[in-house]
């Protein structure tokens, strides 16, 4: 069953607008919830978790287990925010990745 | 800090000779580390779990006998493709964990391998 779903496999935003990358779990216990980024020739690495609840380059998620989302968010894109975005969910040992959304901001 | 190294960032082989790669986490512990495939502009594929001192957990689909997967100590696992055929190049990517419930993945910056 897929677990993390990201509706959007590519995404394009005029530099300044705001971007919101859509990603939607299916999990019955309390997952914890991540976004990976990668940027291009680069490995993948942490934004953010939901547990933590703070900002990591201007883009914020708030987990909403009424909805069971998730999504990234940030109010003015940057072209340097071009890059491939992942949604990520632990349940114990197993870790569970969306398709990714690629982003790209046009200047 | 919870940096992962893999080796060989590329490697090309010929077809029916075998490759390993190997995955560090240089500052932590892991008792856990993943291997996944990544097909060019497309997602991660988990290709199995690598458990230390375990036999690893291999997703539907994909042949243990081939990709063989040994986590010998709490900072290494590797990864052998064996007999390798070009339909198995491909970017290799592993991944490691803190030994701590539900902490974040970190990742190697993976191998290109292209079999010819």
């Known amino acids: 069953a897929q677990r993390v779903t990201q509706p959007e496999k590519l995404l394009s935003v005029f530099k300044g607008a705001p971007v919101e990358l859509k990603c939607n779990y299916s999990y019955s216990g309390s997952p914890e919830l991540f976004w990976y980024v990668q940027y291009s020739r680069q490995r993948l690495q942490l934004l953010l978790r939901?547990?933590s609840r703070e900002s990591i380059k201007g883009f914020t998620a708030d987990l909403n287990k009424g909805e069971t989302s998730f999504h990234l968010k940030k109010p003015f894109a940057q072209e340097e925010d071009s890059a491939m975005y992942y949604c990520a969910l632990s349940a114990g040992n197993q870790f569970y990745f969306g398709t990714g959304t690629s982003l790209t901001v046009i200047p | 800090g919870a940096v992962v190294s893999q080796h060989p960032s590329w490697v090309i082989c010929k077809s029916g000779t075998s490759v390993k790669i190997e995955c560090r986490s240089l500052?932590?512990?892991?008792?856990?580390m993943f291997w996944y495939r990544q097909f060019p502009k497309q997602s991660l594929m988990l290709m199995a779990t690598s458990n230390e001192g375990s036999k690893a957990t291999y997703e539907q689909g994909v042949e243990k006998d081939k990709f063989l997967i040994n986590h010998a100590s709490l900072t290494l696992s590797t990864l052998t493709v064996t007999s390798a055929h070009p339909e198995d190049s491909s970017f290799y990517i592993c991944?490691?964990?803190?030994?701590?419930?539900?902490?974040?993945?970190?990742f190697g910056n993976g191998t290109r391998l292209t079999v010819t």
């Open positions: 500052d932590f512990q892991a008792t856990t």
């Open positions: 939901h547990i």
């Open positions: 991944s490691a964990r803190l030994n701590s419930y539900n902490s974040p993945l970190h």
